[in-house]
């Protein structure tokens, strides 16, 4: 029966979270056209008709979302003459027989995410009323335009319905059923069944009936319905026979329990997958023991900052012959770790997905020793123009960070052997870095760190180098500090106190500090120690920029890093008696090698963490953000002094290096469209929002142009939630820079095998306000991580359910 | 002036090479249609009359490949008719008005690659009579059938024009404008401008021309024709008009304009790209001192086994003011070493690309911890099911070849220092391995190989264990050997000789032979001075099974791979006095790992190389071939007795690495679409045409039939054609295997630093019979390797190559 229309409805909050929609009790399919005209409603109709024979106990419904055109005419209306037993409504009715982006012009506005709920709020209204069948029939072809102008395939994508796709009969119908189908499989929805009318000329129905069955896909073709052309009783009698004759054809009432089945199988799958996963999959980073299949979080989908996490049943749920439960059973879940500090465009990002599938189908991957491809150039040229560092000449790409870790230390260590003429000693020449460094997981990545639980199991791992201790940047009971390392205050200095995190962050400044003068006589007490007394040979200062992750999101003072970047330099007599080169894009004293895998890439909010510090790396690693959250890929950037070293006559002078899909083009083409996306943001004052706060904290009014100034410091996360978090008992201190918040909660045995954020983190998981949040935990450090297109909103929300689970 | 109608035409040979077109002197477009009927002939017609007004000087030619309906209607007609300065010409005309599938049904077939062939002839002819635009319209919508069956935009794929895209401009035209673009945009089109007309009510240019200009791609909109209903002469005339008045129009003058203004900035693109590279690009294993830009290669497309490749002008040449050479710029160049080993399915295979782009449409990448996707639980379910290894329980995905092989020693290390109690020698323990192995280029993949050129300049490599000597599987004129290595032959035995390829596989067989005594006595003795003599500690024998790539593409003796596992399986007692375990699933003696990234899924013929050697390991690992060439992905296979070893109570128990892009959505659905195509080609007999000379030079009859035998060995290089290669004088041997063949010069100098195969590379370089050959070498071995799909008569073709060329 026909409920209601709407014609304007109320703006809902621009950051309503969907979830996808997946019930046991409610079988809800998506109709998508492959053009307009496919006869979308008539199937509709057929299948409701079909479903009432084969499911005589079970409910129907029939939801039209969007509907344009005089409402005597809507499909709604003729579901409801020709299927009378099935629930049908539709959510808006546009009078204008137009496109919904041209009708809505002159009514109320309607955004994307108000539709999505009022979509939502009729399926949870449908599942509460009983077991059955609910068909959503969109509007057009699957790209018509929405009211708000976004294409209908995107607005509905974050319910990732399955799919029936109405294929065209007509002549060119075959064309516009694959591309059709092709826009929806790109955007990650699952087709489930193809429904076409039977033409004899054009034979369009064989045809895509061969084609889809390649892909698994069944197709239905049914005959045409009768002429239409009047509304005459007759007509409306020989449709209604029509009627009644396909929904009791037993292709039709075949295809109906098809979809039941699938359904039932689709939770099934669902069911097992985290059984199977604890079965055979092994898991990074992970200590099994504990491990149970519900500790495994199944992931059915993810959209934005979401993922779409599956909640099972309880067995004896699914077993008992009760109706099953109502509930949905995916849940939106924030990706609270960006997926271990990739992500930063959103998932399932439609801009991405498109550039990495046009990559594929021009080249595949393509071999890359002494060949060039437009995305492997395009991204080298881009990273080097925007990098902002005028000493850097080449791109060396590699997979991920830890093989960019690797051949960046290849690169320094042979550079400074061949200036200070290492030769004999080629196999001791270790690093210069900082404690609780990370630089990845390859044995030549873990020796770049000092010994710690990561690698102390590692047979082949070695630390090779020297870790500087250093002082770090905390929040703590509202107030901004600079603190040394316990029991170091004679080295470092005592706690001092900042009125902002921007007075920190003025480095320039605070170089004529005495902190400054402490920190250069330390570091060159330990360098002289190091070289002179102890004779190693180092070649190499890597570090993670500004920012330690993996240590445990440790805020290094920047002033420090800066420091010893310059000290490093100054010190050239150190390494050789020779005087220094005096090429301004050479490096001096030894190779600077910056790992900002993690920093890097507007992840702390510059384009570069250098801008931070002021200082320039030789060489420097980037990987995560770089492609955007979707496939792995590094780049190590080198200065042309670096590549120097490696010329000769000799390929085994070369750097001996590379991986098989060294460059693939789908890796470059993503992260090339990622850095214009992120370049784009950035310019276009994207953050404003996020700023605005940081701004008024320092009392600045004109936020979008202050925002640019350099060393400004900013995060998503608002200075007064940072003052509020960091005056709980249980917090030692607090840190946030661009998108990373991180808590350090008091723990009497602190560091990676505390267990003291665990509580923190499952408060957060629990569903609440739409939705839970999933995170990961560095010991007794709690984080949460956004992307770089999370709205304001939701980071807003986060902060309340961390202050109320705190 | 219309030309030639040809109705049926001559079947070309079905591997006629497609080069993509690209000729200085002729601008060539192709014209897709979002849908049929929306204007593609009439778009034409205006932009053939403005080429004519903005470039008076220069030829027009308008290309209908294929057209269906009566002659007297067709496209060409009407550009004779109201372009008649325009050179038309349509190279197949059938009668009916359906889809060329349909009409091709009762006229002699017409294979795709004919069609590609009579288009390269007709846009030869065309540049060769002058400078000018050619516009090549398509028939329908994008997808519509070819006479084959087949899709348009995969058939002209290969040729890969830049695209006009007509828009609908009627009800429903914005979604199919927009999926065509998409269709195209996967499958790597260049889309250059749409075209299309105005309707006041839908206002779909105003809604396309924002959507496109968002992509960076402009919109020529223009009015609609005047109706044609009728032939009459009023009719004609008002067409005639409307013709006049839009070619003149200055947006259309302006389009015509910027055709040519990309066509030039495309081809100074290409000429600039290998100067750029040469100075911003670090290769990977290059030694860039003799390196100039003339010798990078400027891949600008890719299509199944071809790279397109462009040929610069001299720079005299483009500097002139003659008119531009009329040659193609882009030539066919065989991808001869299958890109790095990694490509299987063809580069730009569509159904790769589509499901690269479904899982990111669905996921994007999602964090790994804990948490399951289907495809990251399907793959790894295929791939324990189809490796035949029943010990094999666990998958662990990491990235690439290299980091895949840390993970499996780090597995094997840990699992054998757990039951020999190797605690405080945990640093010492070594590996077990041949010589001339090779499994990466990350610090602990090095370590894992014996010192070399490879490694020998890289200041962290300590090669960390023993490699054995053994004989190598050699064809010298015209007998397949087994050779001792140099003045062992009383280690190993004198050369053997066998009559096949076969015999030498016939493992079982040999196990009772002279040969395998001889192996074990040997094998036994190292061992023993080894761990007794010299007390050192090993944790894994790691070997690439059957063949060692990198090393030089060396076949190892089967038998002396098959003997060494199963004598350091019976030597348990040589590392622990306990009793061995009995659990026949569990390691004994040493974890066997297979790193079968190079030599497996079907790389070497059957779909694991274990099958080769009757033996199977503990822990495998998988790259390049998982991913049939387009993403980096690794996964590391092992048994629950190996897993086991890392359970505890402390997190630092577990086996901590893990890389952010762990099991990355996009590359598990490829992989499994890879795995699931390369399974179905191994049971849908694809191979059977290159199984069938191995068949009969062994005198079997049923080659279908016997191709399954377990054991059987062959390669897509024919018998005949090792032969005679093996008798050249310049060879020392000859190898092949499944779809490698590898041909080993002499040289008195051998091994990797070598350059006598740098002239047979540089002759096979050059295009003959339509392309040419892009190959590398590794010293003194001069190997090619074709994918899974390369058709019979393209490796024929080769082998024809590679004895002109020897």
Chains 1, 2 share one sequence.
Not at 132 to 160: F, I, K, M, N, W
Request: contains cysteine.
């Amino acid at each position: 029966m026909r409920t209601t229309i709407t014609t304007t409805t109320k703006t809902m909050p621009a950051t309503a979270i969907t979830s996808s929609v997946l019930r046991r009790s409610l079988r809800a399919y998506q109709v998508y056209g492959a053009n307009t005209g496919v006869g979308k409603t008539v199937m509709s109709t057929i299948l409701c008709g079909a479903l009432h024979r084969a499911f005589p106990h079970e409910r129907v419904w029939y939801l039209k979302p969007v509907s344009t055109g005089p409402q005597e005419d809507a499909d709604d209306g003729h579901l409801a003459r020709f299927s009378p037993r099935t629930s049908s409504k539709t959510l808006v009715q546009y009078g204008q027989p137009v496109s919904p982006h041209i009708a809505a012009r002159t009514a109320a506005p309607l955004t994307d995410s108000a539709i999505r709920e009022q979509i939502q709020r009729h399926v949870t209204e449908c599942a509460e009323d009983g077991q059955g069948t609910l068909l959503l029939e969109t509007a057009g072809g699957v790209h018509s335009p929405t009211p708000s102008g976004s294409s209908q395939a995107d607005l509905y994508r974050p319910l990732r319905l399955p799919v029936l796709l109405v294929g065209d009969h007509r002549l060119g119908g075959i064309s516009s059923s694959i591309s059709a189908f092709e826009s929806l499989h790109i955007r990650g929805y699952d087709l489930n069944t193809v429904l076409v009318f039977e033409d004899a000329q054009y034979e369009n129905h064989l045809y895509l009936r061969d084609y889809f069955a390649e892909r698994d896909i069944p197709l239905l073709s049914l005959p045409p319905p009768p002429p239409q052309s009047s509304t005459t009783e007759s007509d409306r009698e020989r449709m209604a026979e029509y009627y009644e004759e396909m929904s009791a054809r037993p292709c039709v009432l075949d295809t109906v329990t098809a979809l039941s089945t699938s359904h039932t199988l689709r939770l099934a799958r669902l069911d097992t997958m985290a059984p199977q996963a604890h079965k055979h999959i092994w898991y990074p980073f992970t200590q099994h023991s504990p491990m149970t299949p519900a500790s495994i979080m199944t992931i059915d989908s993810a959209h934005g900052d979401f993922f779409q996490t599956y909640c099972p049943s309880s067995s004896s749920e699914i077993k008992s012959s009760s109706p099953p439960p109502p509930e949905n059973t995916l849940q939106s879940t924030l990706d609270g770790s960006a997926s271990w500090w990739t992500q930063g465009l959103g998932h399932a990002n439609p801009t991405l997905s498109l550039a990495a599938a046009h990559a594929a189908g021009r080249y595949g991957h393509v071999m890359f020793a002494s060949a060039i491809h437009e995305p492997a150039l395009s991204l080298a040229e881009l990273l080097l123009k925007h990098l902002g560092n005028q000493r850097m000449q080449r791109v060396f790409y590699s997979d991920n960070g830890s093989t960019g870790v690797e051949v960046g230390v290849k690169m320094a260590l042979t550079a400074a052997s061949e200036r200070y003429g290492y030769g004999d000693r080629m196999k001791e020449v270790g690093v210069l870095g900082l404690k609780g460094s990370y630089h990845g997981d390859t044995i030549g990545a873990m020796d770049c760190s000092e010994p710690s639980t990561y690698n102390k199991r590692v047979h082949w791992y070695q630390g090779r180098g020297h870790w500087f201790d250093y002082p770090q940047v905390k929040m703590k009971d509202g107030t901004w500090v600079v603190e040394p390392p316990e029991g170091q205050e004679e080295e470092f200095g005592p706690v001092a106190r900042f009125t902002s995190l921007d007075e920190v962050f003025d480095v320039e400044a605070r170089d004529s500090s005495a902190a400054a003068a402490t920190y250069k006589k330390h570091i060159l007490s330990i360098l002289d120690r190091l070289v002179r007394e102890e004779g190693k040979s180092f070649g190499a200062l890597i570090m993670e920029p500004v920012m330690l992750g993996a240590g445990g999101m440790l805020l290094v003072d920047p002033l420090f890093q800066r420091t010893l970047i310059s000290t490093i330099r100054a010190s050239h007599s150190l390494f050789s008696p020779t005087p220094s080169p005096e090429d301004a894009n050479t490096w001096i004293g030894l190779p600077v090698v910056f790992d900002e895998v993690f920093t890097g890439l507007n992840r702390l909010g510059p384009f570069s963490p250098s801008t931070l510090l002021g200082a320039q790396p030789d060489i420097s690693v980037h990987a995560k953000l770089l492609t955007g959250g979707l496939v792995p890929l590094a780049a190590t950037v080198a200065s042309e002094a670096i590549y120097d070293a490696f010329l000769g006559s000799e390929k085994s002078d070369a750097l001996l290096h590379g991986h098989s899909y060294t460059a693939h083009a789908v890796g470059c083409k993503v992260a090339e469209t990622s850095v214009k996306e992120l370049l784009k943001l950035q310019e276009s004052g994207a953050w404003d929002g996020f700023q605005e706060p940081w701004n008024e904290a320092r009392g600045v009014v004109d936020s979008r142009k202050d925002s640019k100034v350099a060393g400004r410091v900013w995060s998503m996360w608002s200075p007064t939630f940072l003052s509020t978090v960091s005056h709980r008992a249980e917090v030692e201190s607090v840190v946030a820079l661009g998108s990373v918040l991180a808590i350090k909660l008091r723990d009497e045995n602190p560091g990676y095998e505390s267990n003291s954020a665990i509580g923190l983190q499952s408060a957060l998981s629990c569903v609440d306000g739409g939705f839970g949040i999933h995170s990961r935990v560095l010991g007794n450090v709690f984080y949460v991580m956004t992307g770089q297109t999370t709205e304001v909103d939701v980071v807003r929300r986060v902060e309340q359910k961390v202050l109320e689970a705190l």
